[in-house]
Antibody, heavy 114, light 107 residues
C-alpha cells in the first residue's frame, strides 16, 4: 500500500523557520518525482513545487522560490520542505504527493501566529 | 503563468443527474489537464489525468474530455458520495496551476 505521511507542522511564530517531512512507503521512492502542494484554510490548492528523483532538478512556484527549499533523502524514503521567514500567508495544510499527483499524503497543518 | 478558471464555482444537482464541470486555461495546455476530487476534511484524490485517462480505483461514472484551452469533467450519474470540491490542474508548463475549484452539492 502506498503511504505518504507528513510531519513537522504546528504553530510557528512569524519570521521563524520550519521544516516539514514526508515519509514514503509502498513504492520505489527513488523512481519518482515528488511535489508539495498547500491549501490555506477554506481556500483552493496551490502548487509549491517539485523535485526530481536525484534532486538535480527542482521547480518552485516563483513567489515562494526564495522562501521554501526542497530536499530529499532517497535512502530514508524521505522528502523535506524547509520553510524560512514564514508569515501569516503561509498558514495552510501542506501536502506531499508523488510528482504525477497519483498519491497524496494526509497533509500537515502549519499555523503561523504570534 | 497559466491561469485556470473553473465554472461554476458551486453546482447543485440531484442524485442520478448527469453533471458537467468546466475548466478553462488561459492558453493551450495540450491536454495536460488533471481532475482531482477533494471531500471535506480529506486530501485531494486524482480522478482523471491527461484530460481523459482514468486513475485506477475510481468509479467509471467519471470521465474527462477537452482540448486546447477547454476541458470538462463529467459525472454520468451523480451519487451521494460525489459531494466534494473538484479541482483541475494544468501540467503543461511551470509553474503548475490549479483551478479555484467547483463545489458540488446535492439538491
Amino acid at each position: 500500500e502506498v503511504k505518504l505521511v507528513e510531519s513537522g507542522g504546528g504553530l510557528v511564530q512569524p519570521g521563524r523557520s520550519l521544516k516539514l517531512s514526508c515519509i514514503a512507503s509502498g513504492f520505489s521512492f527513488d523512481d519518482y518525482w515528488m511535489a508539495w502542494v498547500r491549501q490555506a484554510p477554506g481556500k483552493g490548492l496551490e502548487w509549491i513545487g517539485e523535485i526530481s528523483q536525484d534532486s538535480s532538478t527542482i521547480n518552485y512556484t516563483p513567489p515562494l522560490k526564495d522562501k521554501f527549499t526542497f530536499s530529499r533523502d532517497n535512502a530514508q524514503n524521505s522528502l523535506y520542505l524547509q520553510m524560512s521567514k514564514v508569515g501569516s500567508e503561509d498558514t495552510a495544510i501542506y501536502y506531499c504527493a508523488t510528482g504525477s499527483f497519483d498519491y497524496w499524503g494526509q497533509g500537515v497543518m502549519v499555523t503561523v501566529s504570534s | 503563468d497559466i491561469q485556470m478558471t473553473q465554472s461554476p464555482s458551486v453546482l447543485s444537482a440531484s442524485v442520478g443527474e448527469r453533471v458537467t464541470l468546466s475548466c478553462r486555461a488561459s492558453q493551450n495546455i495540450n491536454k495536460y489537464l488533471d481532475w482531482y476530487q477533494q471531500r471535506l476534511g480529506e486530501a485531494p484524490k486524482l480522478l482523471i489525468y491527461n484530460t481523459n485517462n482514468f486513475h485506477t480505483g475510481n468509479p467509471s461514472r467519471f470521465s474527462g474530455s477537452g482540448s486546447g484551452t477547454d476541458y470538462t469533467l463529467t459525472i454520468s450519474s451523480l451519487q451521494p458520495e460525489d459531494v466534494a470540491t473538484y479541482f483541475c490542474l494544468q501540467r503543461n508548463s511551470w509553474p503548475r496551476t490549479f483551478g479555484s475549484g467547483t463545489k458540488l452539492e446535492l439538491k
